[in-house]
């Protein structure tokens, strides 16, 4: 039989290994927690980035065309997005140790077709576009606890806008036109919890399928001020929608944890600009094309006021064609 030494010295590993155990998880869950909030906190840093930081030379959506009389426009919109959120001390400044980011990434191709009559244009348009957000923590003291969450976002869908020339001295050189509009998007929405990855933990990916709708309203300036150059103000006031997601996940009926990254995700990926947007665009005819330089121009003033905690490599690009009818 075994003496009293060993069966107590058992016991004594038993409990110490169930000690161990116990701080491992508690120390993992309050990460978790930690974590949740950090993501949360760089969200917020990104949307007041896209409320505050963008220049006030800005292209107008690529809805925004200009009715001319008995002419078939084509124009598309191509946005190629690469933002990283660096983590922050709590004066502001940005962490010298860099344990956790937000990298947002992907692509949207956004075809545009007026047809224009008199006074009157009618407009349809494809969106395609897919876009990631990458979340991830290296605490420098405990790399064992090094964790990440993703999330991917695919959508496609049509839209529709009417456009008009409502006063009569602004329909020649100079022109006043007035938008409406709306899209209808088909998303595919998957993302994961926060997880530890080093400690062998994995987390079931969640995949959330819903229609996200948009309105639009808008007006835009056009001053020819020489023969193949031309100067736009515009005003857009746009409304996303994203009841459909709200529906889909409560179906899903996800814990409290993974329904606030969600919710952080629509913000990120639906409502990322304010409702009121404007700004001043340019454009140059070439060939026949017109080429909008307003992102451009918005590029190179944001070039020295961008924070230190946010890397911005987004491109932008749009194009327009215009063909004259017999």
């Not at 400044?93 to 980011?101: H, L």
């Not at 997880?195 to 969640?206: A, Q, R």
């Not at 590029?299 to 006021?305: D, P, V, Y």
Request: no cysteine.
């Amino acid at each position: 039989m075994p003496s009293g030494r060993l069966i107590l010295g058992g016991i004594l590993f038993h409990l110490i290994q169930r000690l161990i155990l116990t701080a491992v998880l508690l120390v993992a869950v309050d990460s978790f927690a930690q974590n949740e909030e950090d993501r949360g906190e760089m969200v917020d840093t990104f949307i007041d980035y896209r409320k505050n930081g963008s220049s006030i030379y800005l292209p107008p959506p690529i809805t925004h065309m200009v009715p001319s009389f008995n002419t078939i426009t084509y124009a598309i919109a191509i946005e190629k997005q690469d933002v990283t959120i660096l983590s922050r001390l709590e004066n502001g400044d940005v962490d010298p140790a860099n344990e956790s980011s937000l990298a947002l990434k992907g692509y949207t191709i956004a075809p545009h077709l007026a047809i224009s009559l008199k006074k009157v244009g009618i407009g349809f348009s494809i969106e395609n576009s897919k876009n990631t957000a990458t979340y991830d923590y290296h605490p420098g003291a405990y790399p064992t606890y090094s964790s990440r969450q993703t999330t991917t976002v695919s959508a496609s869908g049509l839209g529709f806008n009417l456009s008009a020339l409502p006063f009569e001295k602004l329909r020649k050189e100079n022109k006043l036109a007035v938008i409406l509009g709306g899209k209808s998007l088909n998303v595919r929405h998957e993302y994961t919890d926060i997880v530890p990855y080093n400690l062998g933990v994995t987390s079931e990916t969640v995949n959330v399928r819903y229609t996200v709708l948009r309105y639009q309203a808008g007006a835009n300036l056009t001053l020819a001020l020489l023969k193949q150059f031309r100067v736009i103000p515009w005003i857009d006031y746009g409304m996303t929608d994203t009841k459909g997601a709200e529906a889909a996940i409560g179906e899903k009926n996800a814990n409290a944890s993974s329904a606030a990254i969600f919710a952080d995700d629509l913000r990120v990926f639906w409502k990322p600009y304010p409702n009121l947007r404007y700004g001043i665009d340019m454009s140059i005819g070439v060939f026949g094309l017109d080429i909008r330089i307003g992102s451009f121009l918005g590029s190179l003033a944001r070039l020295n006021s961008t924070p230190d905690f946010i890397q911005d490599k987004t491109f932008s690009l749009s194009l327009s064609f215009d063909q004259k009818g017999g």
